[in-house]
T-cell receptor, first 111, second 114 residues
């Protein structure tokens, strides 16, 4: 199957850490991505990880990949109100153009 | 230049109209995509062009007609649409399929069909 599941909603207080989770089913996925979408805008690539990696850190963002459980997470440290958006994970297999997007998680940051 | 530019940003059309959405990128990417996104849903793939040739058509109704005049431009021609076709239409581009292939998205064209 090609289902990528995410929890629908997450609410955190400004300054706290946010953790957004994603579960995928395609074990042949080679690349996994996190995108951010603000209201009325397109999707902005935040970061990506290769399937042979366990972790990737990029400033306030930490991506963890558990390939055995097909679980991907995005941790945002020191969450700010500007981080409020919908976050999509996505998977892709090398050699294809088909990106499978997750259902999206709406992050709300409370001041 | 890491931009994908889409025009128009907003489009309202009747069911008998013919209109077009346009997309442009100057990153040298050889793959270009059209996605359709309904409110609070993930983007759904419609078409992929690779090296200016149609590579993927996700069984999209013929009232949507894509065109890739050159490696920098992608059009979506619209004719006899239905109200349920109202959505945000996103264009994206990427390098060849075999590399990391990050998708770069435009801001989208919001289409309303009356």
């Amino acid at each position: 199957g090609e289902d990528v599941e995410q929890s629908l909603f997450l609410s955190v207080r400004e300054g706290d850490s946010s953790v957004i989770n994603c579960t995928y089913t395609d074990s042949s996925s080679t690349y996994l991505y996190w995108y951010k979408q603000e209201p009325g805008a397109g999707l902005q690539l935040l970061t990506y990880i290769f399937s042979n990696m366990d972790m990737k850190q990029d400033q306030r963002l930490t991506v963890l990949l558990n390939k055995k459980d097909k679980h991907l997470s995005l941790r945002i440290a020191d969450t700010q109100t500007g981080d409020s958006a919908i976050y999509f994970c996505a998977e892709k297999t090398s050699g294809t153009y088909k990106y499978i997007f997750g259902t999206g998680t709406r992050l709300k940051v409370l001041a | 230049d890491t931009e994908v530019t889409q025009t128009p940003k907003h489009l309202v059309m009747g069911m008998t109209n013919k209109k077009s959405l346009k997309c442009e990128q100057h990153m040298g990417h050889r793959a270009m995509y059209w996605y359709k996104q309904k409110a609070k849903k993930p983007p759904e793939l419609m078409f992929v062009y690779s090296y200016e040739k149609l590579s993927i058509n996700e069984s999209v109704p013929s009232r949507f007609s894509p065109e890739c005049p050159n490696s920098s431009l992608l059009n979506l021609h619209l004719h006899a649409l239905q109200p349920e076709d109202s959505a945000l239409y996103l264009c994206a581009s990427s390098q060849e399929a075999g590399v990391t292939g990050e998708l770069f998205f435009g801001e989208g064209s919001r289409l309303t069909v009356l």
